[in-house]
């Protein structure tokens, strides 16, 4: 297993970035790509979640705050607390 801070640290700095790339785009596209939906919607899930904790801390509502946000639900009919409560039902 990777040490991260070494990993992804260089002279520059922390590359974030490259490890929310690394650690969760490549994931939730292979998981996509091989159908795997439901496991998919999880690392998707867990991934708006951390990108909320990291913005906006450990403070209630972080996730619906980052889904309003960065997020256009309206085509979907539901409310970003509709789709914190399927977030938990998902990573369950």
């Known amino acids: 297993m ?17 490890l929310i790339h690394d ?14 939906y439901v496991s998919c919607s999880k690392l998707l899930m867990s991934c708006v979640d951390t990108l909320a904790f ?4 450990d403070v209630p509502g972080n996730f619906g705050k980052w889904i309003t946000i960065y997020v256009d639900l309206q085509p979907l ?12 039902l998902f990573c369950t």
């Open 2 to 18: 990777p040490d991260y801070l070494v990993e992804y640290t260089s002279e520059s700095g922390f590359r974030f970035t490259d």
């Open 23 to 36: 650690d969760y785009f490549n994931g939730i596209r292979t998981l996509f790509n091989a159908k795997l």
């Open 54 to 57: 990291v913005e906006y801390g």
């Open 77 to 88: 009919s539901i409310s970003a607390d509709e789709l914190w409560e399927s977030a938990i």
